[in-house]
Antibody
């Protein structure tokens, strides 16, 4: 079964760092781009960026450039999203998704809820 | 890139058809046939329903169809069913990815 499994929910304080993960299985992980999408509570989907695990080519949405870092370890079929200094406004559900075609994300992780609160 | 424009809500009765619009610009929706549509039920991850404007992934009901005219893409759901009640998001690719604001579909 093709699937993406994300790491569990996190509760952090402002200023802390965080790295969440997305592990792919059931397909060639290095052959598909993996994107990250933010969904703030009660709000819509926002595209954050994308990585090609085959060569770690990474692209960011201008809105998230410099705010997060996307990486991947192809040896363990895992993509990552990390923050160096969290803010309360980073509180959201974060999804990873496999890109089947430009703009078409066909497999989604279950989401990782990140809560940042003092 | 600015978010694509969708109506906040639409509604329809079981068995009816509804259409959700998604308006972009000549730089995104209008330039490429790369609009996709996602369905999201509360507390669930989004699900791809339409890609490349009008293609359906395997397993998606043929009650769902996509089209485009100029800078506006549309998702039509025919034979509305209770389980279609969800949020729907359009997405366009034009070198980068941009989502619409989402439309809440209510089945009356």
């Amino acid at each position: 079964e093709v699937q993406l499994v994300q790491s569990g929910a996190e509760v952090k304080k402002p200023g802390e760092s965080l790295k969440i993960s997305c592990k792919g299985s059931g397909y060639s992980f290095t052959s598909y781009w993996i994107g990250w999408v933010r969904q703030m509570p009660g709000k819509g989907l926002e595209w954050m960026g994308i990585i090609y695990p085959g060569d770690s080519d990474t692209r960011y949405s201008p809105s998230f450039q410099g705010q997060v870092t996307i990486s991947a370890d192809k040896s363990i079929s895992t993509a990552y999203l990390q923050w160096s200094s969290l803010k309360a406004s980073d509180t959201a559900m974060y999804y990873c998704a496999r890109r089947e075609a430009p703009g078409a994300f066909d497999i989604w992780g279950q989401g990782t809820m990140v809560t940042v609160s003092s | 890139q600015s978010a694509l424009t969708q109506p906040a809500s639409v509604s329809g009765s079981p068995g009816q058809s509804i259409t959700i619009s998604c308006t972009g610009t000549s730089s995104d929706v209008g330039s490429y046939n790369l609009v996709s549509w996602y369905q999201q039920h509360p507390g669930k991850a989004p699900k791809l329903m339409i890609y490349e404007g009008s293609k359906r992934p395997s397993g998606v009901s043929n009650r769902f169809s996509g089209s485009k005219s100029g800078n506006t893409a549309s998702l039509t759901i025919s034979g509305l069913q209770a389980e279609d009640e969800a949020d729907y998001y359009c997405c366009s690719y034009a070198g980068s990815v941009v989502f619409g604001g989402g439309t809440k579909l209510t089945v009356l």
